[in-house]
């Protein structure tokens, strides 16, 4: 039975430090799915049970092979925060449009508070003579945000400044962030209930607030329907003539004229008594209702017409990065594409937006014409299903070297690097919102973008968490448990200030300021929390707005603080 005591006791075996993974990471995940009245935290547990058996693992003297490990923790990294940058790339620019700014302004509040309140911590109550002090700090911070990209990121720029600059030997931060992780859930699940209470929110009424906001601001997603022609002027002109009398974008899918329906183009001549089916943005439904004639009610399906709907999906490489336009989909096909849904968001499909691989449009045609334009965007839901790895490995490789550039800021002694964690996200974000300029598909399923940033994040907690094990419990004796205090109040202060400048001077409604408070703290048990007392999805509107910038600066700040104030 030797094998066995070797498969458990020689860290240098291959089989060991495979089986050692399995095992933190199994029981990591299994014991993440615990719940306490509705929260969870999640594959986080690793990290926890990776410090238990770093603990027994030192406790009778096993060593792990350090390369091994610090090859596990940068891949997982880089993996993790890879998929965040091309999952929160599309959305990372677009969400400082119209209220964006006002919600991603409060975000960054609660994140300039968080910094400042460590830092006054640190200069108030630390050793500031230990080298050690301010990088626990940093863990502590992190922990106290639940962010656990920052964490890998303040470790990345810990060991790019090296023991040296650190007193001989580098501090295990990823104690200070598990002191500090558990009560930071709480503190902003906490300071979103004092909120509530000291506010006195009706849900109810919040949530009809928010409807009467949406409806009175009329975004331009797609409006679909029926006009009857009933302005004289209008008779022998042409659809293309009424778009520039109205400038307003619209368009026509279909036309019923004397029993007839018809596929319209921009040469169709009107006459009273037609009826247009319109497809247009929101806000314009009103104007070019007034300009045309009234609204009425048609069902096109049931005309004596060959002409259906289909939903396309775009699967072809050719067609990623070219407008809409250059498609020619009504002059060349005959067909007329109404709307587009990409990442679970309808648009109007206006001819100049651009199309990207896993968008799915809204045609209308003959069944022949539509089978033609299907075959020009592909329409393989096969294809979508497999990985684009050329685009995951070619941003790693160019990551990693933007990453290692070096670059001086006035009044630092050495120049900063964005690491192993700021320049694979930034190359993702990028890649994700421009990578069809490239001809690169940025396009990834939601499971398989789930799966690598899973994998990425277990990766790197367990190895974290198996190297900072051997001195925790020396970490929490010798005044580590003054980090869950330190931490809570790194949590609490900052949510609560900005709650009350959300709600007093922005007027941002509570569902919203939810999701801000949980987008801020980039933390999904926070959010779960939120959605399940709100009763709907508001609260993820607030999330979704504020996570792309929360993310990319609790990354880039906690590399910042190192190397600013530790080198």
Known sequence: MNWIQELFTNGQSVAHVLMLFAIVISFGVLLGKIKIKGVSLGVTFVLFVGIVAGHILHKNNIEEPMMVMNFIQDFGLILFVYSIGLQVGPSFFTSFKQGGIKMNAIALGIIMLNIAVMLCIYYCFCDTSNPHSLPMMVGVLCGAVTNTP???????????????????????????????????????????????????????????????????????????????????????????????????????????????V???????????????CIVCAEEDAEAITAFIGKEVEVNWEEQDSPMTSRQILVTRDKVNGKTLGSLHPR????????????????????????????????????????????????????????????TLFFGIFVGIIFGSLPFSIPGMSMPVKLGLAGGPLIIAILLG?????????????????????????????????????GNFVETVTNGGYLYVLYGFLITTIPLIIMGFVARMYYKENYLLIMGIMAGATTDPPALAYSTQQAGNDIPSIGYSTVYPLSMFLRIITAQIIILTLCS
Do not use: W
Not at 235 to 252: L, N, W
Not at 262 to 276: A, Q, Y
């Open 262 to 276: 018809e596929l319209p183009n921009k040469d169709t001549l009107l006459n009273i008594g037609d009826r247009l």
């Open 331 to 390: 002059s060349v096909y005959g067909v007329n594409v109404s709307r587009l849904y990409r990442s679970g968001i309808e648009l109007f499909a206006h001819p100049n937006i651009t199309l990207q691989v896993g968008d799915k449009l809204t045609v209308v045609g003959t069944e022949d014409a539509l089978d033609r334009f299907t075959i020009q965007l592909g329409n393989h839901k096969d294809r979508l299903n497999k990985p684009n790895l050329l």
């Open 433 to 469: 919102r421009f990578g069809f300029k490239l001809k690169l598909v940025s396009y990834t399923t939601s499971s398989a973008s789930q799966l690598i940033r899973d994998v990425g994040l277990v990766l790197f907690l367990a190895s974290v968490g198996i190297k900072a094990g």
């Open 150 to 260: 920052g964490l890998g990121a303040a470790n990345a720029a810990i060991d790019q400044i090296g023991a040296n600059a650190m007193g001989g030997s580098l501090p295990t931060i990823a104690n200070g962030y598990a002191c500090a992780y558990p009560l930071g859930v709480i503190g902003i699940i906490g300071s979103i209930l004092l909120l509530k209470v000291i506010f006195k929110i009706n849900f109810k009424k919040e949530a009809s607030d928010f409807e009467d906001l949406q409806s009175s601001q009329a975004a331009a997603k797609p409006h679909v329907m029926s006009i009857e022609v009933q302005n004289p002027t209008l008779v022998g002109k042409t659809i293309m003539q009424i778009k520039s009398y109205i400038v307003r974008g619209f368009v026509c899918t279909r036309s019923l004229h004397e029993g007839h």
